[in-house]
């Protein structure tokens, strides 16, 4: 398998995302096409061990986080992340990853590659944890104003790729909303609920945001707005919970000892909540395998989002996803 | 100062309502009327030391969870949360407390007392804890539709809940939006964003999901879809990482010791994220204080959310939104 690796996007690009190519470069199945410019991606490269299984493809342009998506494509045709694209369209690489401008990834895979049949948007995936396992979030940003329609195919979606990716057999169904009841939600998540009814998704209802995590539903459907402010709010109240326990061990120092000793309860929840361990979140609906990473990406956040390129692509999940709307 | 306490609202109702309110009568500068069956509120209170300063108004009937608000609130006109609704309108009581049906509480203090002049919708209100201190989130509930100029109104009354209860001189407030750069947001959020900038609140544009949690804003406003999505995922993280943790020392029981010792730390943050604490979300924006209370409440979350009314009243919060709006 060959993915396609943004060397230039990202918070920390190209050294972190370099770094975790070489990573990713230790399974002997994935091949690597680092997209950049090829002094900055050979600086960090060295002599790597790895170095031969990563191969570097010249791009002079970058595109930057503040650049607006549409014209950066059109106006940068030599950008990392379009040639990325190009690579994939070629057939030279089965998938890209991005820890660049997301709007931008988008748009490379909108015009590129086009959508699947029958997907009017493209949505971005999340797979969060809960008690039981892990739920699957789309969409996580994409789109900010959605229709029931987009919200259905979101669930169609989303069920192949917990079926395919995730491996559960009949995946649960959920809409977020702001109670369980039937009835609940405003106007959109109402019209969306009948929709999800009557398809040939395994609809569970209503999920509430503390439902969430209970492991209800395999698959919830929301707008790239209500997705993003979810994910953000996960994010930040872990940050939160995190200073406020730093905070509590500078005021009570003989407490640090014990706190020290807890090192692997901490280690497993951090496995089981950072994103970097999850490594990216897949571009569904477009006609080929799109990775978008964090900005703040590290090299293991990389090497894990290649690693879920490389997934995707065994999985065949474009073909599924297309063969289920069909 | 009087305060009406609906005690059959609630999954605990009417015990933890009834212990709740004695706990709250120890302030000797609050009367409270509990309202409600006397026979079951009696079998509670027994002989308590604070029975002096809670005196029991009789009402025959109680809303359930399940029922519809407006029709309940028409029908059901000796019921608890109703009586409560007309202790306030005829000055017999300054402020009502419940854990019963939101919407029907809504319900009473909207028909019962009607709106501040200016408001189009009253707003649930919660306060949430930050970095640095606190943050007061509205709409968490009340509404799931809304317009811009609701937003707006929200700003308004937000920021003067902050100013006069919190005491922050000169509110920031913000709007929950899927990014921090200005023109993000889905249509709504975009409109809102400029009544917001042309308003008398100190406008700080847009706030993504993490920075809620970062002290940007001291308000930040949102409909009550989203709000209520974003209280429900922020307990759900929380009762996620507790989980986890637990777990974590089932299966290593040998850290068990360890994390005892840091119970202090777990104390202050509880202290610090536990929703009992602060209470009840007051409602704004109706011409009556008015504190609804988690379905879940226990008798120390009722009297917390007695002591939040009192100080409403104390503030003369419905006073100042009117002389806002004015």
Known sequence: MTIAVDAMG?????GEIVRGALLAAEDPQIRILLVGREDAIRAVMGHSRHAGSVETVCASEVIEMHDSPAQAVRRKKDASLVVCGDLVRAGRADAMVSAGNTGAAMAVALTKWGRICGIDR???????????????VLDAGANVDCSAQNLLQFGLMGSVYSESVIGVAEPRVGILSNGEEVGKGNEQIRAAYAL???SSVKFVGNVEGRELFHGRADVVVCDGFVGNVVIKVGEGVVELLKGM?????Q???WLKLPAALLAPVVREIRRRTDYSETGGAPLLGVDGVCIISHGRSSAR???NAIRAAGEAVKHGIVEQIGRRLS
């Open 301 to 303: 956040a990389i090497a």
């Open 251 to 253: 005021v009570k120092p």
């Open 10 to 14: 990202g918070d920390h690009a190209p």
């Open 122 to 136: 493209p949505a971005i995936v999340t797979v969060l944890p809960t008690v039981k396992g892990r739920v699957v």
């Open 245 to 249: 326990v730093t905070h509590e061990l």
């Open 196 to 198: 999800l009814s009557e």
